[in-house]
């Protein structure tokens, strides 16, 4: 099993929101952070804050839905740490709350080429480094509530994440015992992509059982325990953290 404190972990979307979040708590518990992200400043600065708290990780630069830009990651990964332990595909875009006549044909495949085209092409370039290790792998797809509903995002965005969700299954299914690989589908979470609705957001949440929407720290941490020991026999999984909103569907 992945020993999360010896593990190295890529975290894709990492220069804020929940990639942030998930990248700073593996580098708590003690794991080397790959953090990757489309804003190399951002991304930066997450590093170097995470080393100067005593941590270890290195930003890269990384566009997930570029094939050669995944493998560049990949590299990087392997020449600084050796290994890929923990691969958490979390970057993502919003089609906001657009209607099928208002979406365009470029802007659905820009969607599905960050959000679903991304994890596969990062996944199976990260395959061969997650298959060698005396340990499993564990892959970690962050999805959404709109991955297992209708609502929650536009057409491209919940197309994308329900995709993604069969993804995670499927390479659970197929690539079981040696990856482990599970998806978390949060509901409202405040980020740098919702800092703009943080109002509307807040009305929504009011409405679920939690009463409340999550702060990316909360996703960081299922994220760090879907990755340790203690989750050792959670295989294909789309864990709802959505505060109570899938329960009334």
């Not at 400043?41 to 995470?50: E, H, N, S, W």
């Not at 979406?103 to 659905?108: I, K, P």
Request: glycine share 14%; net charge negative.
């Amino acid at each position: 099993m992945v020993r999360i404190e010896t593990s190295v972990a890529v975290v894709t979307g990492a220069a804020s929101g929940m990639g942030e979040a998930m990248a700073r708590e593996f580098a708590v518990r003690g794991a080397n952070v790959v953090a990757v992200d489309v804003d190399e400043a951002g991304v930066t600065r997450v590093a170097d804050d995470i080393v100067a708290g005593g941590g270890d990780a290195i930003g890269v630069y990384g566009d997930v839905a570029d094939e050669t830009c995944v493998g560049e990651v990949v590299e990087a990964a392997r020449d600084e740490y050796g290994t890929i332990d923990v691969l958490c595909n979390n970057a993502g875009v919003f089609d906001g709350d657009q209607s099928l006549e208002e979406l365009s044909r470029e802007r659905w495949f820009d969607v599905l080429g960050v959000n679903l085209d991304g994890p596969f092409l990062l996944t199976k370039a990260a395959l061969p480094a997650l298959l060698a290790g005396d340990d499993e792998g564990v892959v970690i797809n962050t999805a959404s509530v709109a991955g297992r509903s209708g609502g929650g995002g536009g057409p491209a965005y919940t197309a994308s994440k329900h995709g993604l969700v069969g993804f995670t299954k499927a390479l659970a299914n197929k690539h079981g015992p040696e990856i482990r690989a599970n998806a978390i589908c949060p509901g409202f979470v405040a980020t740098g992509m919702t800092d703009d609705m943080l109002d509307e957001l807040a009305d929504l949440a009011a409405e679920t059982p939690a009463g409340r929407y999550a702060e990316a720290e909360e996703i960081g941490e299922i994220a760090a325990f879907l990755a340790s020991d203690e989750a050792s026999f959670i295989h294909g999984a789309a864990l709802a953290v959505d505060g109570g909103i899938l329960s009334g569907m």
